[in-house]
């Protein structure tokens, strides 16, 4: 099996700094999770039951997509449920594939390229990590499948007679890993999932676990690969985090090397992952979607605040002011405890402040303040411009960045001062015209005040800015 981590350095040098973040191909990562080589190697099962590599780890990072997968998992369509039968006490299962599909050739192949596909797959190395019962019924079933396809029409059906192949195939029950094996490899991914998946719900299955459920967790892989090769990255990582899942089901499974690079690459995809969640309509079928990227932002904000924590975002900056761009101002506001990282900012020699200026820059703390207010002045709720009034002091004290205008229209909103002096602070911003003002004038708007009566700001226009 080839190095997953192929990839890393790409996703973390194409998404900070600009929109272009669907456009990128990291699909390498699960090109190494699908193939067959390690170091340059092929690997065989040996004398041993299970073949497998180091220890797991649980991410935080991707809690979320694992309860996601885990609910998705024990869901079984009811429709492919009538596809697929057990007789008891009979030891056979009937699995909805025709012979050609087990071999992966079309249902009009001549027998010379039956016979052709069938030596390549007898020939060919299996996955690591299936036991040898698994590999010898694939290799069984294999020999079977090319027998009914040469010399029984009722498998092989009749292009002229217009007798279509037979739909199904009774096999042992015993005879299920090698199938589910057999049909991974020919790419019948959605095949696996849904024999896996109803097979599992059957005592019969037991002794044969360890063998569905990988061959389900290969499925994934190759489902996720097919993702982030047409620049879904979602969709990707979403099937890595449903292999994860299988493969953390079975204890037998928790020792493999695959598990572990699954886990890492989960991690490492995230940012990107998190971001093009982010970025997907605001439609109620992505409602949970959107959910699970708030809290993959928000957990990665905590690993990248805590100092002995370690984080896979190489360019938080850039990262944060895309993934902010996409939040609406509640979401912006209920993400962390703001106000509190301001206060620590205040303190430039501590460790914290220092760390955090490497994650939050001054122009994602801006637009913090400015979600503050837009949100305190729609929903009308002084505890927020309270914050925000906090929040502009504190920046003020750390960044030295005159912000003398939003401290004062703070005060307004908070009657604690009067238009006038809110106006006369915004004069004088003009008149500096400071490369570091003019961060604040781009996203207000003025009124000559002629009479007392009308408004200094108009509100719509920091509003407008955020969807509340």
Not at 85 to 107: K, L
Not at 289 to 314: F, K, M, Y
Not at 316 to 337: D, G, H, R, Y
Request: proline fraction near 4%.
């Amino acid at each position: 099996m080839a190095n997953i981590h192929t990839l890393v350095a790409s996703v973390n040098s194409l998404y900070p700094c600009n929109d272009s973040i669907a456009k990128f191909y990291c699909y390498d990562v699960v090109d190494g999770l699908t193939s067959r080589r390690i170091n340059g190697k092929k690997k065989k099962c040996g004398n041993h039951g299970y073949v497998g590599g180091c220890g797991a780890r649980v991410s935080a990072i991707d809690y979320t997509w694992r309860l996601c997968a885990a609910t998705e998992l024990r869901g079984v369509q009811e429709s492919f449920s009538k596809n697929i039968s057990v007789q008891n006490p009979v030891p056979f299962i009937e699995i909805p594939v025709t012979c050609y599909q087990v071999v992966g050739v079309h249902d009009k192949a001549e027998k010379d390229e039956i016979v052709k596909s069938v030596m390549h797959l007898k020939n060919a190395e299996i996955e690591e990590g299936y036991t040898k019962d698994a590999v010898i019924s694939r290799q069984d079933l294999l020999m079977d499948v090319r027998d009914k396809l040469l010399f029984e029409p009722e498998y092989a059906g009749n292009v002229k007679d217009k007798l279509p192949p037979k739909s199904s195939l009774k096999i042992p029950w015993a005879w299920l890993p090698g199938a589910l094996c057999l049909l991974q490899e020919v790419g019948e991914e959605k095949l696996v999932l849904e024999i896996g998946r109803r097979a599992l719900q059957h005592p019969e299955s037991m002794p044969f676990v360890h063998d569905l459920l990988l061959s389900m967790a290969l499925s994934e892989c190759a489902i996720a690969k097919a993702g982030f090769e047409k620049n879904n990255i979602s969709q990707g990582f979403e099937a890595l985090a449903r292999a994860q899942c299988l493969l953390r089901s079975k204890i037998s499974l928790e020792k493999m090397m695959l598990l572990s690079q699954i886990e890492e690459s989960l991690e490492e995809l995230a940012p990107a992952c998190t971001l093009d969640l982010l970025g997907m309509p605001h439609t109620p079928e992505n409602a949970g979607r959107r959910l699970g990227a708030i809290a993959a932002l928000r957990e990665l904000l905590r690993q990248g605040l805590d100092v002995e924590t370690s984080c896979h975002v190489e360019d938080w900056p850039c990262f944060l002011n895309q993934a902010l761009k996409k939040l609406m101002a509640t979401e912006i506001v209920e993400l962390i405890s703001w106000d509190s990282l301001a206060l620590t900012r205040k303190n430039r020699k501590s460790l914290e402040s220092q760390n955090q200026r490497t994650v939050l820059d001054f122009n994602s703390f801006y637009v913090v303040l400015l979600a503050h207010i837009a949100l305190g002045v729609s929903s009308k709720q002084t505890d927020l411009i309270n914050k925000a009034k906090s929040i502009c002091e504190c920046l003020i004290a750390s960044e030295g960045i005159d912000l003398k205008f939003e401290e004062a229209f703070c005060s307004f909103l908070l009657g604690q001062g009067d238009e006038a002096t809110a106006l006369e602070r915004l004069r004088q911003l003009e008149l500096n015209s400071s490369p570091s003002s003019q961060k604040s004038l781009q996203l207000k708007e003025t009124r000559e005040v002629s009479s007392g009566n009308k408004p200094l700001v108009d509100v719509h226009v920091i509003t407008s800015s955020f969807y509340i």
